[in-house]
């Protein structure tokens, strides 16, 4: 009985065809799951990175008048509970920011140049408008910039794109399972008399069902095994230039250890996934004609 169990799927061409298109749908899987995760992650650290963060700027024509409220507004600042850490950004500093515009007239002395106080502010929503308030006081012309509120439409891009990401592997997985029922279907049709012949000797349905769980979880694990490799090589690939590319946001945008737990455990439910949907499949099919 177990010889002609061990037969009744033909390994042939069509089980190879099905290896082939579950591992292109792994890969894609495990793509779309990692731009999610990293894009998901890039929103949520930029704002925990940028959301307490502010800029005052004074722009005062006279030198020296944008020099006084400058320190009297830093000092008033500093002074307010809304505000954490405050520092006036020094003129070399703000000469390297712009030198890649200027070019050497970056340093010229005679550059006219606004004075900025780099801000931290406190915990908590009312933080930013308590340190607007010391700001109007100290000196109403100077203008606070928000980094959160700067950087809020690339969070809000970055969310959308995670969540796209994750629908697309959810459509992925979905076609998946698909593929496997299809597979499963036409396998108990090619071997429609085999089976019959099966029952007719003892062989249960759960037996019929378990043969095609086995063999649709090796074909899910071979597929398993190429769409990782396939993966792993992309990720060596990319992952040097982007890191290069990303510069300083490099972190931002990082899987993280979490993220790559989970990129390491989608093929292993894959396999078992594949397995159920092709058990559920036949026993279901089993059901209903024989």
Known sequence: MSAVIARVLDPARATRAMVGVLAIMLFLTLLAAAAGIGAGRGAAALGARLSGRATVQFTDADPAARGAAAARTLAALRSSPAVTRARAVPRAELARLVAPWLGSAADDPDLPMPELIDLELAPGDDALPAARAVLRRAAPGAVIDSHGAAVAPLARLLRVASILAVAVAALMVGASAAVVVLAARAGL??????????????????????????????????????????????????????????????????????????????PFVFVGFAALVARRTVTHALARTL
């Open 189 to 266: 049709e090619a071997h429609r008399a085999t089976i019959a012949v099966m029952h007719g000797l003892g062989a249960t349905d759960a037996q019929v069902a378990g043969l095609f769980q086995r063999r649709v979880a090796r074909d899910a694990a071979t597929a398993a095994l190429v769409a990782t490799a396939a993966a792993g090589v992309t990720a060596v690939l990319l992952i040097p230039a982007f890191a290069v590319g990303a510069g300083a946001l490099g972190d931002i945008v990082a899987l993280g250890a979490q993220g790559w737990s989970v990129l390491a455990a989608l």
